[in-house]
T-cell receptor, first 116, second 116 residues
């Protein structure tokens, strides 16, 4: 059974700092990995999606990397801002086929606080 | 505006009283899914649907039912709710399951259920 772990559980940084969030998964047979952001009282917003054949994806100040063989992904946030404060979750989709098709397994998230 | 709409947003009810949480999307997405989010356990998938009349179990389907009679709607049914189903529920949709198209999922804002 796939297990997804995110470290650290919480992170507090001053504005302007570069930071890294970590995600690890136990089964490397994934099709893709996705990073989400969740604001309090809201649903999830997709940030970046990395296919299993890719090494990284970038969007603005965000860069996500994937090392499938070691079961790890990182989300790098450059020049953090108070508006980046949220919970960040990673999730993996298994390689398609059978009943695993359409499933999604989430980590428990990292609560990020960026203070001015 | 593209959106996933859940109703109700909040509900307090009693054990054993059947309830339905509706989910509707206006993006003509084939794939829809339900999750529950609990402190310390993160987001867990309940059921998903790959298209009309096609549904499958996620990781925690016990005590829940779903139906997919039309593309835009994917209601979550609790036939006999119990206190352990008190949780925050999210519905999501995407063009195809992530295993095929790598399209990100769109999430609703959540439904907070309290079962007394």
């Amino acid at each position: 059974k796939q297990e997804v772990t995110q470290i650290p559980a919480a992170l507090s940084v001053p504005e302007g700092e570069n930071l890294v969030l970590n995600c690890s998964f136990t089964d490397s047979a994934i099709y893709n990995l996705q990073w989400f952001r969740q604001d309090p009282g809201k649903g999830l917003t997709s940030l970046l999606l990395i296919q299993s054949s890719q090494r990284e994806q970038t969007s603005g100040r965000l860069n996500a990397s994937l090392d499938k063989s070691s079961g790890r992904s990182t989300l790098y946030i450059a020049a953090s801002q108070p508006g980046d404060s949220a919970t960040y979750l990673c999730a993996v989709t298994p390689r398609g086929g059978g009943t695993s098709y359409g499933k999604l397994t989430f980590g428990q998230g990292t609560i990020l606080t960026v203070h001015p | 505006e593209a959106q996933v709409t859940q109703n109700p947003r909040y509900l307090i009810t009693v054990t054993g009283k059947k309830l339905t949480v509706t989910c509707s999307q206006n993006m003509n997405h084939e794939y829809m899914s339900w999750y529950r989010q609990d402190p310390g356990l993160g987001l867990r998938q309940i059921y998903y649907s790959m298209n009309v009349e096609v549904t499958d179990k996620g990781d925690v389907p016990e005590g829940y039912k779903v139906s997919r009679k039309e593309k835009r709607n994917f209601p979550l049914i609790l036939e006999s709710p119990s206190p352990n189903q008190t949780s925050l529920y999210f519905c999501a949709s995407s063009c195809f399951p992530l295993s095929i198209s790598n399209q990100p999922q769109h999430f609703g804002d959540g439904t907070r259920l309290s079962i007394l």
